[in-house]
């Protein structure tokens, strides 16, 4: 079992270089982060069923990752990583979540899978939502709490019990 790309650190080459942002978009750059299960193998112990098998690869869609001309920077960067970590963290958390699952059956373990992907979706969404809202890191312009964001997002990562609720 495994979980990769969780300690990816990410480069500019990741993200298509575009002339002007995109319609209504007011950020200079984003990257666009997903995750891939493989190998995903169910086992059966009596009546209960569990994960026995199962690896989650994490990376960068450059399709869906771009950065406007002359505004590559390293802050801009820093910011951009500070998305792809905190998915990252809520990954591992639903990664450990699917390993702790117990079922009666192939359906309720599939169903519970589900149930907890889209309540770790949703709770990635928001806290990247709030990584980028005016009052906190307001895309990467607000220096300090950028900084804040970058020191609790790297202390969560080293901690292997570090989850989505341990940031700001």
Not at 29 to 38: D, K, L, M, R, V
Not at 62 to 89: N, T, Y
Not at 128 to 135: F, K, L, Q, T
Not at 149 to 160: C, S, Y
């Amino acid at each position: 079992m495994a979980l990769s790309g969780f300690n990816h650190r990410i480069t500019w080459t990741e993200f298509r270089l575009i002339a002007e942002k995109p319609p209504g978009e007011i950020e200079n750059a984003q990257i666009s982060c997903e995750s891939s299960n493989s190998h995903l193998a169910p086992s059966r112990h009596g009546g209960i069923v569990t994960i026995a098998q199962l690896d989650i690869r994490i990376y960068v869609d450059i399709a869906k990752s771009w950065v406007v001309e002359g505004q590559p920077s390293d802050v801009l960067l820093r910011h951009e990583q500070g998305h792809f970590d905190i998915l990252a963290i809520g990954i591992r958390e639903f990664y450990n979540g699917l390993l702790s699952i117990t079922a009666s059956s192939i359906q309720d373990l599939q169903s519970r899978m589900n149930d907890l992907q889209v309540a770790k979706r949703k709770k990635t969404k928001n806290i990247n939502d709030r990584y980028d809202s005016a009052d906190q890191t307001d895309h990467g312009k607000n220096a300090g709490t950028q900084q804040l964001w970058e020191a609790r997002i790297n202390a969560t990562k080293l901690n292997p019990n570090g989850i989505l609720d341990n940031l700001p």
